[in-house]
């Protein structure tokens, strides 16, 4: 084959290699991009229901305490918005109570690992609950928010006068997950790119 037709072929294949790589390393970074931006608005969304059972759950003990009454019976009158209604105006006369009085640790726990589950989050987690002087009421274990990408939401928003205690979340191992789960596209795209330069180099060798 003729010399300059072997080098014009063999830029022409090296342009479209380089092009190819190009656009596989822009995909691989838009998808990471989309898989942190759900991420993020999976774990907001999260937040803001974990405050909503908090609520749920405090609203359903007053209840079954007044009413002498059942869990049951307690969810019966949650479904209807009164007597949200009627806590908060309640509320005006009352001062609130810490919120170590309010919502348990185990309590805390349990409905954060259930919506978390509800909602395809299955990452480790850790949270402390924060009071409005930024003191911690308490916290899981291995808490250290230095640092970290944290997740904040306020507890009993509702409240005619609300203390701002604020429950706080971060995941240790965010952003290794969130890679590994993309590890499959990665690898998918690393193997047709090694595949097509093998291709490449055995033209190039047997002209």
């Known amino acids: 084959m003729n010399r300059r037709l072997i080098w014009f072929v063999t830029i022409f294949i090296g342009l479209a290699m380089a092009s190819l790589v190009l656009v596989q390393a822009y995909w691989i970074r838009n998808a990471i991009q989309v898989k942190f931006q759900q991420f993020e608005q999976l774990v907001t969304r999260s937040m803001i229901d974990i405050s909503m059972k908090v609520e749920h759950l ?3 003990k007053v209840i079954v305490k007044k009413m002498d009454g059942s869990p049951d019976t307690a969810d019966l009158w949650l479904r209807n918005r009164r007597v949200f209604v009627d806590r908060v105006i309640a509320g ?5 109570a810490d919120i170590e009085k309010r919502i348990t640790a185990e309590d805390l726990e349990g409905i954060i ?6 909602s395809g989050v299955d990452f480790p987690y850790e949270y ?4 409005w002087n930024n003191q911690i009421a ?3 274990k291995n808490f250290n928010g230095i640092g970290k990408d944290l997740y904040q939401v306020q ?3 509702n409240d005619k006068y609300p203390n701002s205690n604020n429950l706080v979340i971060y995941f240790p191992d965010k952003k290794s997950f969130l890679f ?4 499959y596209f990665t690898l998918s795209s690393l193997i047709l790119t090694l595949v097509i330069t093998a291709s490449f180099a055995h033209t190039v060798f047997i002209m």
């Open 58 to 60: 405090e609203a359903s």
């Open 138 to 140: 308490y916290s899981s």
């Open 92 to 96: 005006m006369f009352n001062v609130q």
């Open 155 to 157: 507890l009993f928003p």
């Open 128 to 131: 402390a609950v924060i009071r």
């Open 180 to 183: 590994k789960s993309l590890s």
């Open 113 to 118: 690992t259930e919506v978390f589950d509800e």
